[in-house]
């Protein structure tokens, strides 16, 4: 895609006492090697810090700082070791002290080059060092570009559960790479791109049709389909997260499946027996099941939004991931620690139709475990 394709989304978040927080979300292939004229107006000092991981690094390292010795800008790289287990107090400890041996001021700005483990960490370490400093995401996975990257979630994961410590710290900037995802493994483009159905799911019904149109353009990475799809994602996060920053109402929408798949992640140890977006795949396909055994929604489009999982290559049952199926009471005990208990109750998001995803805390713990009995 040439520099004309670029697609832009703009995050305006109303400041509360303080001014807007704005920034834009540039989509668009070759953006890693023409980042300098979207990073240098945002530099205090011609200096970033620049984090990521192994498999990043070895990939896509090069073409960034290659692009900002061309422009004059000074770097330092702190390369952490791939994968959930960097999102951690010891991740977070290692890379917080290389920060500050490193000098980064607090007008700097520092780089997340990766996924959403990269992303989450360096943002809340980005977060606490100094009281705050910038950051730009240049997210390198489907997952991260479509979801992580944007509105401002950043944290690690504890022995008591995903994400629980964190922070709210918007990024500064986003570049997706279109171009960055050649070099996805398979597996993990199809686990991002059930955050992309998410979307649809939640509020678009005609992105619905317009994904189960294109799915085999974007499972093969064409840039048209994946710049519309990645833009339309971010465009709809982007209204959410201006609604409600801090989750206290309607950013839960954005959380479907997540509390089924929270509890799988639990009892698979976060490991690659189920990856993030895989364990979203199956909590969708799950939300959907139980929205309809609820009489609330459709069978017919329950059926739907089951059957585009599957056909883009995500589990939809207990039995397609590795050590399931699982004790009914273990996952609702996973699900106990959700960040969306609130007084003991459980939150829901739950389906009346594809496309009008709703928050509820109507489904009672004994509901919940009956349901799991009776899914493979
Ligand atoms: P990840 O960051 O672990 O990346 C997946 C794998 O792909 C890693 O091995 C990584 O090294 C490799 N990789 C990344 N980019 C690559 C590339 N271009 N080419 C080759 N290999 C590449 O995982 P993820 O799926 O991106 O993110 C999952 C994390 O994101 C979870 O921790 C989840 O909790 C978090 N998350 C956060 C939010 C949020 O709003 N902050 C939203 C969704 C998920
Ligand atoms: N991924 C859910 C959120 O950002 O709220």
């Not at 330092?76 to 290389?98: C, N």
């Not at 795949?281 to 017919?300: H, N």
Request: charged letters at 20%; glycine letters at 8%; hydrophobic letters at 40%.
């Amino acid at each position: 895609m040439s520099e004309t394709g670029f697609k832009k989304v703009n995050v305006n978040l109303p400041g509360s006492g303080s001014p807007n927080i704005s920034y834009d979300i540039h989509i668009g292939a070759g953006l890693l090697r023409s980042c300098a004229p979207f990073l240098s107006p945002l530099l205090k000092r011609p200096f970033v810090a620049i984090v990521t991981d192994e498999n990043v690094a070895q990939a896509h390292l090069e073409s960034l700082t290659q692009t900002l010795d061309s422009a004059g800008i000074s770097h330092v790289t702190k390369i952490m070791p791939s994968g959930e287990a960097s999102k951690s107090f010891t991740g977070l400890e290692t890379l917080v002290d290389w920060l500050l041996d490193n000098k980064v001021e607090r007008q700097d700005m520092v780089i997340a080059l990766g996924g959403g483990v990269i992303g989450d960490l360096t943002g809340f370490a980005a977060s606490t060092l100094r009281r705050g400093v910038r950051f730009t995401q240049i997210p390198t996975t489907l997952l991260a570009q479509v979801d992580s990257s944007v509105g401002g979630k950043t944290g690690i994961n504890v022995p008591q559960g995903k994400n629980l410590v964190g922070a709210f710290h918007q990024p500064s900037l986003v570049l997706a790479d279109l171009d960055v995802l050649q070099t996805l493994p398979d597996r993990e483009f199809r686990a991002g791109y059930a955050e992309i159905v998410k979307y649809a799911a939640i509020c678009d019904r005609p992105f619905f049709y317009w994904l189960e149109s294109n799915l085999d353009a974007l499972k093969s990475r064409d840039s048209q389909a994946l710049s519309y799809a990645i833009a339309k994602s971010c465009q709809t996060k982007a209204d959410i997260v201006t609604q409600d920053e801090k989750e206290y109402g309607a950013r839960a929408l954005l959380n479907l499946g997540h509390t089924f798949a929270h509890a799988y992640e639990n009892l698979t140890d976060y490991s690659d027996n189920l990856l993030h977006g895989e364990a979203v795949g199956l909590g969708m396909a799950q939300a959907a099941r139980l929205s309809v055994d609820l009489g609330l929604c459709p069978e017919t489009d329950a059926q739907a939004l089951v059957n585009h999982l599957a056909s883009a290559g995500l589990p939809i049952s207990q039995t397609d991931v590795k050590g399931g199926p699982f004790e009914a009471t273990n996952l609702v005990n996973a699900m106990a620690q959700d960040k969306k208990v609130s007084q003991g109750v459980m939150t829901f998001i739950l389906m009346k139709a594809i496309g009008k995803a709703f928050i509820t805390n109507d489904v009672s713990a004994k509901q919940i475990t009956t349901f799991l009995q009776n899914q493979g």
